[in-house]
């Protein structure tokens, strides 16, 4: 029945789980365009801002644990010239897009990610300081705490803070205290310019459909806090699994990390917005949490739908539009 709501021109993997059941396993298009190598279930694909999810409950990890506050400022917790930025900006600030620290790539003034790299080459971006000249020059969007504005800066300062606290990278973290307890054995941030195995290329057009480049140029050379992981869509689903089954956070931490907190839900189809996540109003059912990332050559989207008991990842490393196939799916079920 799914299958036929993805049109065979899509380059990606599709995977759903429903009652712990796989009702949807479609792989199409190559991980390797040149060799002409295919995609499958288990290929690692670049998800872009998708990890912003991993940032939120570490750091809501390391609130459980004692080690930090919702209300600690970055002024206390990174000890650097903050300049024209605001110290007293808080954790939950941050966690929240509320935070009016200057955003790096901000999506309401720049079209393209790789016009970042103009001036300066993605191929020094290999942890999240090197990210500190993108914006620590530039003045406050707007006093703290006043709106909502996605910002990708907020979630490279909160790895800054995981690493400060835990002394050790952020992935390292995330690997230990997330990915393992979740058997998420094929999720990490890898460099470009060395990936492990059976990553997938991604993709951008040049003039057409037919005529790609790869975006090595285009994104950091290893993901931040921003994003950048490398996942399977069978991790995204183990993930979704231990998030719920209390594998990461207690029960009362990720229920308020999947609460609507911010945003002014314009779109109803972007929703609301927790902590690292994404909410979906449920319409008289429970809400719907969902996490994306848009890279060049980069579309990722996943989500879980308690009122139907699906987990579904859908990700295209050649930029198709993966939204579209959740949207169509989900309808399909009401």
Known sequence: MYEELIAPSFRGVAYVLRNDEVVLEYAGGCRDYANELPNTIDTKFASASAGKVFVAVGILQLIEKGKLRFEDTIGELIRIDWKDIDPGITVEQLLQHTSGIPDYFDETVMEEYEELWVDYPNYKIRQNDDLLPLFIDKPMMYPKGTKFQYNNTGYVVLAMIIERLTRQPFD??????????????????????????????????CNSAEDLRTNIFCVDAKGTGAGGAFITVKDIANFWKGLLEGKLLSTE??????????????DPEEG???????????????????????????????????????????????????????????????
């Open 253 to 266: 931490m990720t229920a308020s990390m999947l609460k609507k907190h911010s945003g002014e839900c314009d």
């Open 272 to 334: 609301y917005y927790g902590y690292g996540v994404w909410i979906i109003d449920g319409n008289g059912g429970e809400d719907i949490p969902y996490f994306q990332g848009c890279d060049p050559g980069v579309s990722f989207i996943s989500e879980y739908n308690p009122n139907k008991n699906m987990i579904s990842v859908y990700v295209s490393n050649y930029g198709d539009n993966v939204w579209k196939i959740a949207r169509d799916i989900r309808n399909a079920l009401n």
């Open 172 to 205: 390292e973290y995330l690997r230990e205290n997330v990915f393992e307890p979740c058997n998420m054995s094929g999720t990490g941030y890898y460099e470009l310019d060395r990936l492990p195995a059976k990553c997938a290329v991604n993709y951008v057009w």
